[in-house]
């Protein structure tokens, strides 16, 4: 069964730099899974940052970015914010119609 | 401006069936991916099913045989009928829109609008 992993909860301090991942239990994440990341805040429905591995959706400020590092999908925030505290989702497409989210990582600011 | 609002949800039995319902505006769901994800309570994303626009459906493992996802052109809704519901089954789904990329014979997609979803309670 494939599974695809996030980080357990993380923390980052205000301005710093933090790096999430996201992996296959069996294998490699590569850009033809075109990794998406999704924000999700307490109570909240999900927002997209980033699609195709880089690409940030509309609105989304550039100090998310994505990308491939080694096995598997990033998303960096680069100058965290305090309202940048929230659950992460990667979402991997895999074949056949079926994409697959990762678990989430709950982000701590302090 | 795109819109997506769910309805239908609520407490079930064991055993029991639901029909959720998603009506989208600024666009039609015809001409695009549309999907359901859910998330039980305390617990993360979980993609459920999809619907491309040509008609073609998709489900998870869970939900294969007893899900059905559908559309509604005329009224431009997108639905997810539920049978067999689970205790497993609780969670709030939402409605996705989905956006193809690649090319070709591939066809991935990404979620670039979602609902607020709605809460399936599945219990005696």
């Known amino acids: 069964q494939t599974v695809v992993t996030q980080e357990p909860p993380f923390s980052v301090s205000p301005g710093g730099t933090v790096t999430l991942t996201c992996g296959l239990n069996?294998?490699?994440?590569?850009?033809?899974?075109?990794p998406s990341w999704y924000q999700q805040m307490p109570g909240q429905a999900p927002r997209t940052l980033i699609h195709s591995t880089n690409t940030r959706s509309p609105g989304v400020p550039d100090r998310f970015s994505g990308s491939i590092l080694g096995n598997k999908a990033a998303l960096t925030i680069t100058g965290a914010q305090a309202d940048d505290e929230s659950d992460y989702y990667c979402?991997?497409?895999?074949?056949?119609?079926?994409?697959?989210f990762g678990g989430g990582t709950k982000l701590t600011v302090l | 401006e795109v819109q997506l609002v769910e309805s239908g949800g609520g407490l079930i039995q064991p055993g029991g069936s639901l029909r959720l319902s998603c009506a989208a505006s600024?666009?039609?769901?015809?001409?695009?991916?549309m999907s359901w994800v859910r998330q039980a309570p305390g617990q993360g994303l979980e993609w459920v099913s999809i619907?491309?626009?040509?008609?073609?459906?998709y489900y998870a493992d869970s939900a294969k045989g007893r899900f059905t996802i559908s559309r509604d052109n005329s009224k431009n809704t997108l639905s997810l009928q539920m049978s067999s519901l689970r205790a497993e089954d609780t969670a709030v789904y939402y409605c996705?829109?989905?956006?193809?990329?690649?090319?070709?014979?591939?066809?991935?997609?990404?979620?670039?609008?979602w609902g607020q979803g709605t809460l399936v309670t599945v219990s005696s």
């Open positions: 600024g666009f039609t769901v015809s001409g695009n991916y």
């Open positions: 619907i491309y626009d040509t008609g073609y459906t």
């Open positions: 979402m991997l497409y895999m074949t056949g119609g079926i994409s697959l």
């Open positions: 996705a829109r989905g956006v193809r990329v690649g090319s070709g014979d591939y066809f991935p997609y990404y979620f670039d609008s």
């Open positions: 069996s294998g490699s994440v590569s850009t033809s899974h075109y």
